[in-house]
């Protein structure tokens, strides 16, 4: 079975992926909509910046944390200074990493949910007395449920597979920022590792394939409310 | 008293240019479909925003370009029963209903009380409580709609082809139900359809629309009958309307009787009070003329008059207007009959000739009759 290293590892990286997901939902339901519902000067510009992880290469990225987020850098010392938030090298800047390498697919996903709800059934809240807020979390939030799901699944998934940002922004440090892959990388520098190295490749598949069942029922589950 | 006067472009072609005022309790506005029945609704909804204009219900302004004045949709108190419904499917039934039952704070100044008892009753609607929205039918969703509508207790009720989903069986029902809604819950409805039945049986006053613009604001009854605005009204199907009320029932032959300036008409029997007010619709084609009073047919109405002028636009088919006689001289009631050309050249029907206008008592039904309480 797994040695007490590797359970480090595997919970480490679990701890890594839940923060980054849960962090990123509010924001990226925020730009969602934003981008579903209104139009303003700007949004093409707007869209790109959300999109930028996805097409930038990860080291890059990182590099950007790096000198935004490190002790240094321009927030990066400010968290440090007014609220003690450290980032570099540290397993929270790891989940940074990840959470923004993951934000525009979570972004996609719930966008296309929110713009599938159909504006004339927030009409018909509005009709009936419900403020812009009621609309949003009693009309368009629970119809993009199923949406917000596959979002979560992707980006957590990504969570759990990232490795160039994070490895640019806080290192490979074991027990603090050494998650799955990076550990894997890591074994694969030494000679005669083929074993564990297979064994955190199936742990990285049944964390993957658990994740997908989770959303997978968290979608039927929505649908099932939505239309028995 | 409902006021309303904007002005809305979309683009080059299309601007729509709504004005028009109205103290009735059904208004309906009337028209051909693309004509901006609807984006006037959205606008008094406050869904839509107008470039200028004002839009007023009973003195409160809700919307006005000059005074900057754009009350969000929410808090308008305008009720609105969309087309399709629109219930929410992952809301149950009775939380689709109390959806907008939020208003039923004292604070709010809109309709009258409107207990939910009664709402559930009116609507025959509490037998659906338990179920799951999506798998209610088009007129059950539509009852729900009109329910949780009227639940909100709105100042005005707005109404965009709440009929226009549903097969024919369910619309007379939905219509009777609408009926009812305002005349028990007083509740002031703006409804909008193309169907000059639904509309000639529930509104009071029309506005009538046109590409994009308001051609005529009236009385119903003037609107379907002025002859100018034939061109968008008899192109639907043409006809007249008639106020009349019931004065006798045969138990008999189950016959209802109807009086009005221009004489009477016998229809098959209708469950309403002698005395009640009814508005009838009599459709063109079902007018048949004679040069002398008939004798042995089956026909039972038989009215008398003269003709008016004869549209023969050089089909097959001519439009001939008959001045009926009735009772009170110069009652100024007009039929309008739909007859071949052929038969109106071998009846040499020329105008101020003395014509027989004949109607089946068969082609009176209930969706050509509007009652009133």
Known sequence: ?????????????????????????????????????????GKTLFDALVHLPLVLPPVVIGYFLLVMFGKNGWIGGALD????????????GAALAAGVMGFPLMVRAIRLAIEAVPVRL?????????SRWRVFFTVTLPLAIPGLAVGVLLAFARSLGEFGATITFVSNIPGETQTLPLAIYNLTQSPGADAAILKLCIVSIV??????????WVNRVARRRQSA | MIEVDIKKRFNAQTE???????????????????????????????????????????????FDSERAINMPAEQRGIGYVFQD???FPHLSVKQNLFYGARRLSPAHDGASSIPFDQVVDLLGIGGLMARDTPSLSGGEKQRIAIGRALLSRPRLLLMDEPLASLDSGRRGEILRLIERVRDEFGVRIVYVSHSIGEVSRLADDVVLMNDGKVVACAATEEIFNRADLRPFTGRFEGGALIEAHAVRHDMKYFLTTFKFDGGELIAPGVDTPVGARV??????????????????????????????????????????????AGPGALSGRELLARVSTQALDEMQLTPGQPVFALIKAIAFDKRSMGFSA
């Open chain 1, 1 to 41: 079975m797994l040695s007490k290293e590797e359970v480090e590892i595997v919970v480490l990286s679990l701890k890594v992926a839940f923060a980054s997901v849960i962090f990123s939902v509010p924001l990226a339901v925020a730009c969602a909509w934003v981008l579903a519902r209104c139009s303003f000067p």
């Open chain 1, 81 to 92: 200074a007014w609220f003690g938030v450290t980032f570099a090298f540290r397993w929270t």
């Open chain 1, 122 to 130: 927030e009409w018909a809240a509005r009709t009936l007395g419900a």
């Open chain 1, 207 to 216: 964390l993957s394939v658990a994740a997908l069942a989770a959303s997978e």
């Open chain 2, 16 to 62: 729509i240019s709504a004005k028009f005022a109205s103290d009735a309790s059904v208004v309906a506005l009337f028209g051909r479909s693309g004509s901006g029945k609807t984006t006037v609704v959205n606008a008094m909804a406050g869904l839509v925003k107008a470039d200028r204009g004002h839009i007023r219900v009973d003195g409160v302004t809700l």
């Open chain 2, 85 to 87: 419904g629109l219930l």
């Open chain 2, 279 to 324: 508005r009838i619709r009599i459709r063109a084609r079902d007018v048949t003329l004679a040069t002398e009073r008939p004798r042995g047919l089956s026909i039972r109405n038989i009215l008398e008059g003269t003709v008016g002028a004869i549209d023969n636009r050089g089909g097959a088919i001519s439009e001939v207007h008959v001045l009926l």
